[in-house]
């Protein structure tokens, strides 16, 4: 699934679509958008298929454990309110965004 998304991300994005779009239409967008997503899909098959977890350096499987820990230590108090203050953030430039507009 990570593969997949890792050849698709920059072969199709929003930008390259609207750009399509507004060149050559909306067939060879929606062509563009088919191919991208079933080349990406079938190359992220074929290479999870492969098993190649065992090409992942030590050091990599250590840092997301580390990193698994912390975040279960983060998650008390002090991360729910972080989630909220960025909630209320997003919220606050919604708001002033449409309020401009």
């Known amino acids: 699934m990570t593969l997949s998304f890792l050849i ?13 779009f507004g060149l050559f239409g909306w067939k060879v967008a929606a062509l563009y958008l088919v191919t991208g997503l079933t080349i990406a899909i079938a190359a992220g098959f074929i290479l999870g298929r492969m098993k190649l977890e065992r090409f992942v350096e030590p050091w990599v499987y250590e840092s997301m454990r580390a990193e698994a820990s912390f975040e279960r230590e983060r998650l008390g108090f002090d991360g729910r309110v972080g989630k909220g203050v ?11 965004f449409n309020a401009v507009l």
């Open 8 to 20: 698709s991300a920059p072969m199709v994005n929003e930008i390259a679509l609207v750009l399509l």
């Open 86 to 96: 960025v909630a209320t953030g997003i919220l606050l430039v919604g708001w002033m």
